[in-house]
């Protein structure tokens, strides 16, 4: 499945570090998301893009810095984490006219903070 | 706000049996979506079915089905003839209406449920 593609796939930062995640859909939609999969929580929304332009932000600490600078591509910059936002993030890509609407996944970025 | 509850943390199940996975929610809204995703070992999440709720018909996409009660806000999954590849985490999802050329908008999720298919 290559629909959402996501980079890096596995990353380790310590605390002080700034890095980026990458986000790609193939898929013509114009909608992106990111989620938060930490163990033994349910996913959690954290971020809605549509047409190029944020629409929910889910109470995500300031350290998670999202950008979208087109349909395609979703970015998630991190400065500063903590160990507890080590987790499983996922990318995902809808279309958004009406109607289902089904988001697409990509493979996640699993990120480990030390 | 709205909530997914899953209450089964792990399923077992013989291969080409049939098991069923159970999902709740809770909205006050009346028009939504409802969906099942995949999770496998890859972690990639894969839509497994989905479910409009002003559709009365179950929803069905070859051995997998849902069992959907709106006014009980119950949306099981029921796989049928069970495969060794279908062992993965199950997660129901919610999603609000979205109208017609309207914006976009995040699943609700449940905590999941572990399947394990036994050859």
């Known amino acids: 499945e290559t629909g959402v593609t996501q980079t890096p796939r596995h990353l380790v930062m310590g605390m002080t570090n700034k890095k980026s995640l990458k986000c790609e859909q193939h898929?013509?939609?114009?909608?992106m998301y990111w989620y938060k999969q930490s163990a033994k929580k349910p996913l959690e929304l954290m971020f809605v893009y549509s047409l190029e332009e944020r629409v929910e932000n889910n109470s995500v600490p300031s350290r998670f810095s999202p950008e979208c600078p087109n349909s395609s591509h979703l970015f998630l910059h991190l400065h500063t984490l903590q160990p507890e936002d080590s987790a499983l993030y996922l990318c995902?890509?809808?279309?958004?006219?009406?109607?289902?609407?089904?988001?697409?996944f990509g493979p996640g970025t699993r990120l480990l903070v030390l | 706000a709205q909530t997914v509850t899953q209450s089964q943390p792990e399923m077992s199940v013989q291969e080409a049996e049939t098991v069923t996975l159970s999902c709740t929610y809770d909205t006050s809204e009346s028009d939504y979506y409802l969906f099942w995703y995949k999770q496998p070992p890859s972690r990639q999440m894969i839509l497994v079915i989905r479910?409009?709720?002003?559709?009365?018909q179950n929803a069905t996409e070859n051995r997998f089905s849902v069992n959907f009660q709106k006014a009980a806000k119950s949306f099981s999954l029921k796989i049928s003839d069970s495969q060794l590849g279908d062992a993965a985490m199950y997660f129901c999802?919610?999603?609000?209406?979205?109208?017609?050329?309207?914006?976009?908008?995040?699943?609700?999720f449940g905590k999941g449920t572990h399947l394990i298919i036994q050859p």
């Open positions: 898929l013509g939609h114009n909608a």
């Open positions: 479910q409009e709720a002003y559709k009365q």
């Open positions: 995902a890509s809808s279309s958004r006219l009406g109607g289902f609407g089904t988001q697409y």
């Open positions: 999802a919610y999603r609000r209406l979205m109208y017609s050329g309207g914006g976009a908008d995040g699943l609700t």
